[in-house]
RNA sequence: GUCCCCUUCGUCUAGCCCGGCCCAGGACACCGCCCUUUCACGGCGGCGACACCGGUUCAAAUCCGGUAGGGGACGCCA
């Protein structure tokens, strides 16, 4: 048991995405490998933007992915009072003061910065100011020091130097009396012992900023990792235009969680040419030193192969069990009758890369073919059909055909005794079972379909092809 | 614009810290062949990259410098 303490901290405006849970999922793999904390601070205080159901979206995607956590939800909404009482130490100590320039002139002041070409930052009005207009709204800044350099270490990009003249005096305190992000994620991460920070490297310019905060309270400095962003193919940020970026969405697409997170763990991250994870092997393997310094796109091919790699090693009778809403969600009801759901996901395991594939493979088990693949059918002379759709129902009727090897039996005498090739039997049969022409082998078709439904679709397509 | 970061096959990456084993390895995708009663699985093979320029060195993907390109940040958002 060590004592390192991680959190995952996301803010409630919208859905877990991709590039979220990956960062969860590195400071899961470290607490979990280190036999640390990990810890779920829900950051809501931007009371605008903040909604209850984001924080249950949140929770949904990590249950699925099974990135449990030790300690919270925390909301920083629940802390202000924490955070008020810290800002009045640093207004105490000079550390910070009253800054009363309203934010329409920062905003003008920023755009002519911006035009002249130079770095936007507070000119410092009221750093030094000393009356104290008394009603006047006003922030708090926090006076950051001036000259100097203020560097950290991080774990995944180096040692990072930034200039303190780049820094201005950032606003702790709104004028509504709330406090601002950079200052929230100090206090708390200082008051919950974080040892180590985690977070996407849009944070690494935050980061200084952090650290002469975390010296002027005199709490001790964290170790920072941050890791790189997750483009989408045309090598941009992801967002929602490069499609699905929701976790809840890539289940509901018919993705294994475990397919998501095996993916999601080697974007960015290796360990040799290890492509394929278990959980427990991540956790053995994961060694945040190992995180890529660069941005990667997400590519769902290689998901989709992930996907395809752990639904052919599935358990059947679970891959059953999520199989059913997708089912379900197709008029299907496999629980009123038909096929053993298992069966039927065995036949299809290694045919299908999604659990949405699965389910429209799934189909023709439940739900008789209604009609016939026309270009299927085409092949075969209109008497071969008839001839060999009379031979096999009068075979199987016959015979017992529960298993696969009874069935091949029956295959085999059915070609010899009138000497048919294979194929010229094959095809005619499985487009009498299944409609398509292709499908299943067909003596796992046979077999899951069973003898009597297999012989009522052989009359079936017997009927069909002789009017 | 300013600051910070990044740069190996189309994509994910190994190698880089500790130069030679790398005319650069694996995986996805793509192409071909084999297996095969369809489709798939699987097997085998192919295509394909060290951003560029200079320097150091007997030797550089690996070290140093510069250039270019990309991304990020610059908010009383997080």
Known sequence: MSDIRVRFAPSPTGYL?????????????LARKQGGTFILRIEDTDVERSTQESVDAILQGMEWLGLDWDEGPFYQSDCFPLYKEH????????????????????????????????????????RDRTDQPADAPYVVRFRAPQGGVTSFDDLIKGTITFPNDELDDLIIQRTDGTPTYNF????????????????????VNNTPRQVQLYEAFGFPVPQFAHVPMILGDDKTRLSKRHGATSVIAYRDMGFLPEALMNYLVRLGWSNGDDEIFSRAEMIAKFDIGNVGRSASVFNTDKLLWLNAHYIKNG???RLAELLVPFLVERGIDPAAGGPLLAGVVKTLQERARTMLEMADGA???YKAPESYDEAG?????????QAVYGAAAEKLTEATATTSPEFDAIFKDLCTENSWKMPQVGQPIRLAL????????IGEIVVALGKEETVRRIRKALEAVSV
């Open 17 to 29: 995405h991709v590039g979220g849970a990956r960062t969860a999922l590195f400071n899961w793999l």
């Open 87 to 126: 800002v009045q130490k640093l207004l105490d100590a000079g550390k910070a003061y009253k800054c009363y320039c309203s934010s329409e002139i920062l905003d003008t002041k920023r755009e002519q910065a911006m035009k002249d070409g130079r770095k936007p930052k507070y000119d410092g009005t009221c």
């Open 184 to 203: 929230c994620v100090v206090i708390d991460d200082a008051i919950m012992r974080i040892t180590t920070v985690i977070r996407g490297d849009d944070h």
């Open 315 to 317: 358990d059947p009778q």
């Open 363 to 365: 189909l023709f088990y």
């Open 377 to 385: 059918m085409a092949k075969f002379e209109k008497a071969h059909l």
């Open 434 to 441: 299944s409609g398509v022409m292709q499908a299943p082998g």
